[in-house]
């Protein structure tokens, strides 16, 4: 038996950073990048989302966080690349929602110990 390297983060997670990797790969090769304005609309709806408007509360955060400021922004500019994405695909992604929806009943079926 091959013996897997020991891996950071959980397979969620790495889902996640491969979606953003995936969809910043697609804006590239659609020749789309982020504005300063895309990413500035991320940053507000983020800090929005968590409560970090307040200057002190998000500089509080961000030192606990381990990122730095340009850190921080990357993040951003993944996050609106993504969006965009996600924009350009809507068909597609709405064409495969049921499916998707139906293959993760399987842990309300495993849970629930359906014989």
């Known amino acids: ?3 897997k390297p020991e891996t ?7 889902k ?8 910043c ?10 504005t300063s304005e895309d990413i500035d ?3 507000r ?6 409560a970090l408007t307040d200057t002190n509360r998000f500089a509080r955060w961000l030192a606990s966080s381990g990122l730095d400021w340009a850190g921080f922004r990357e993040m951003m500019r993944q996050f609106a690349t993504v969006t ?21 009943t399987v842990h309300r ?7």
């Open 41 to 43: 609309a991320v940053t």
């Open 16 to 23: 996640v950073i491969l979606l953003r990797l995936l969809a």
């Open 109 to 115: 079926f495993v849970a629930e110990n359906v014989p």
């Open 25 to 34: 790969a697609e804006a590239e090769r659609l020749g789309w990048a982020p």
């Open 45 to 50: 709806w983020w800090c929005e989302t968590f």
């Open 84 to 104: 965009h994405v996600l924009g350009q695909y809507e068909h597609a992604i709405d064409a495969q929602v049921d499916a998707h929806l139906a293959i993760h």
């Open 1 to 3: 038996m091959v013996e």
């Open 8 to 14: 950071r983060g959980s397979a969620a997670d790495r």
